[in-house]
């Protein structure tokens, strides 16, 4: 009786998946995934969308230049894609979003709209931390649990190299970035035992808009990298048989971070904040 109980337990468990089959899973059939892009209009987002277009997905691009995204869509020839227009640092992006998407059944999402702000904390416009908080963590938040009962293939938070350490002036934005890379490596636990591969990607300084829309070139950190190298780490790294919890692209990037693991956190953040200091200005 005892027995029967217990059995029956681990078969209820929720998402089970066979040793046999964990055992044998590895490269990720993007033909057969419907992959939703955050913040596909420029940088490490389009990029996604080429790589993923290579491999054969359907993709739902998500940004608020329709323009950008009509373009990038036209671009990639033979992918079916669908084009979301939407501000998503206003309240509520993940009810939102579903409802934009309407009858396409979103099986990847990769959540990567972000912006950074940086200078003195207390210099810096109410209004804009706040919309970057709103984008960077509560809508992440919000679009990963709305869509999450549908995801089956990968889910992909961009968090940055900066989610490492504390990062002095630019303060908001890098704890935006600690609380991208804890919260979905706890997701990658909870759904360890899932079809889907939970992937935090941590980028180093990498060339795109990003420092346009912040207003400055921050020049801390490894080599800068390529939208398309940090895309094809992501990639590869979710083509590995147990990927995750993160993968940090570049080995100046990874390198860095090991060599911050090294020192005490007091010394990490003062060493931080005498190269950010005045950087921006
Ligand atoms: N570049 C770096 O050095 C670096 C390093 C580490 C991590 N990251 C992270 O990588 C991610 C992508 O950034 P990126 O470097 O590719 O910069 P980017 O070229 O500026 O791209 C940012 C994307 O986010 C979208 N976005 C911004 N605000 C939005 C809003 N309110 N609603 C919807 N979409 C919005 C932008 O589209 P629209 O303006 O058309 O809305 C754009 O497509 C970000 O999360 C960033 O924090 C970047």
């Known amino acids: 009786m005892t027995c029967m109980s217990r059995l029956r337990y681990r078969d209820d468990r929720p998402h089970p998946r066979p040793f046999l089959e964990r055992a044998l899973v590895g490269k990720v059939d993007y033909s057969k995934e419907t992959v939703l892009i955050t913040g596909a209009s420029s940088g490490i987002g389009a990029e996604f969308a080429r790589h993923l277009a290579a491999r054969g997905a359907s993709l739902v691009l998500v940004a608020r230049r329709v323009d950008r995204l009509e373009t990038l869509a036209a671009e990639l020839v033979g992918t079916t894609?669908?084009?979301?227009?939407?501000d998503l640092a206003e309240p509520d992006a993940g009810p939102r979003l579903l409802q934009a998407v309407g009858d396409i059944k979103v099986t990847s999402l990769i959540n990567?709209?972000?912006?950074?702000?940086?200078?003195?904390?207390?210099?810096d416009d109410p209004e804009r931390l706040t919309q970057e908080l709103r984008l960077n963590i509560e809508a992440l938040v919000s679009i990963t649990?709305?869509?999450l009962p549908q995801l089956s293939g990968v889910l992909v938070n961009v968090a940055s190299n900066a989610s490492y350490q504390a990062v002095p002036y630019m303060?908001?934005?890098g704890?935006?970035?600690a609380f991208v890379r804890s919260f979905?490596?706890?997701?990658?636990f909870e759904y360890r035992e899932s079809p889907l591969k939970v992937l935090a990607l941590s980028p180093g300084s990498?060339?795109?808009?990003?420092?346009?829309?912040m207003g400055s070139e921050v020049k801390v950190g490894g080599i800068q990298q390529t939208a398309d190298a940090v895309v094809a780490a992501a990639i590869s790294a979710l083509d590995r048989r147990n990927p995750g919890p993160g993968v940090i692209p570049g080995f100046s990037n990874k390198a860095m971070v090991a060599a911050g693991k090294l020192v005490p956190n007091r010394v990490l953040v003062?060493?931080?904040?005498?190269?950010m200091r005045g950087q921006g200005e």
């Open 270 to 275: 003062s060493a931080t904040g005498k190269l």
């Open 145 to 147: 649990h709305a869509f």
């Open 184 to 188: 979905t490596e706890a997701l990658w």
């Open 171 to 173: 303060a908001v934005y």
């Open 206 to 213: 990498t060339k795109t808009e990003f420092f346009d829309v």
């Open 175 to 177: 704890a935006s970035k």
């Open 112 to 123: 990567n709209a972000g912006f950074g702000t940086n200078g003195a904390f207390a210099d």
């Open 81 to 86: 894609c669908a084009v979301i227009p939407l």
